[in-house]
């Protein structure tokens, strides 16, 4: 079955310094989504790729989808500390298959 | 709008003991889903009504039934708890399959 694959699994960064999570997949995928869950709290969608080699931006937020679409990245730059939480990213299909997550914490 | 109510918000089970984890959602979304949270782990699937009338197995099924009541409605039933069942779970909806997902609060859910 497809398998969803997310690495780090745990980050801490200086508040200020850029954070990257890479999430890869073992099949190709149609599209790819991200998701962030604040501690306590529910995954809340952020964004979704569609399209070889997408790039898209939220504010300090970076979406990136491969060229393949097996894999996705997401790139924060200069931290704040409201972005710590977990981020998934999530394969296609009629039933989502959610990533591992990366855990960010960030340090003030 | 709500969104996406879950209820009880907190819930603590006996060994044994049944009962049922509601969700309801007023945005008109045709999809609803079930996920479990263990601690430190992602979302896994339990179970999924693709649309008002249907629904289908999802990552792990065992020891759990559900009903799309209508619409808006799609229940969680545990019918015999048990200590592995201990975690939080999510109901979820959306329009689609193209379309991100909108996640209740979660219930979190202990079996001593």
């Known amino acids: 079955g497809q398998q969803v694959m997310q690495i780090p699994q745990y980050q801490h960064v200086q508040e200020g310094e850029d954070f990257t999570t890479y999430c890869n997949s073992s099949?190709?995928?149609?599209?790819i989504q991200w998701y962030k869950q604040r501690p306590g709290g529910h995954p809340v969608f952020l964004i979704q790729l569609v399209k070889s080699g997408e790039v898209k931006k939220q504010k300090r937020l970076t979406f990136q989808f491969g060229e393949a679409k097996k894999n996705s990245s997401l790139h924060i730059t200069a931290t704040q500390t409201t972005d710590v939480g977990t981020y998934f990213c999530?394969?296609?299909?009629?039933?989502?298959?959610f990533g591992t997550g990366t855990r960010l914490q960030v340090f003030p | 709008n709500a969104g996406v109510t879950q209820t009880p918000k907190f819930q603590v089970l006996k060994t044994g003991q049944s009962m049922t984890l509601q969700c309801a959602q007023d945005m008109n979304h045709n999809s609803m889903y079930w996920y479990r949270q263990d601690p430190g782990m992602g979302l896994r699937l339990i179970y999924y009504s693709a649309s008002e009338g249907t629904t289908d197995k999802g990552e792990v099924p065992n020891g759990y039934n559900v009903s799309r009541l209508n619409k808006r409605e799609f229940s969680l039933r545990l019918e015999s708890a048990a200590p592995s069942q201990t975690s939080v779970y999510f109901c979820?909806?959306?329009?689609?399959?193209?379309?991100?997902?909108?996640f209740g609060s979660g219930t979190r859910l202990t079996v001593v």
């Open positions: 999530a394969g296609p299909s009629n039933k989502l298959i």
């Open positions: 099949t190709t995928l149609s599209n």
């Open positions: 979820a909806s959306r329009v689609g399959s193209n379309y991100g997902y909108t």
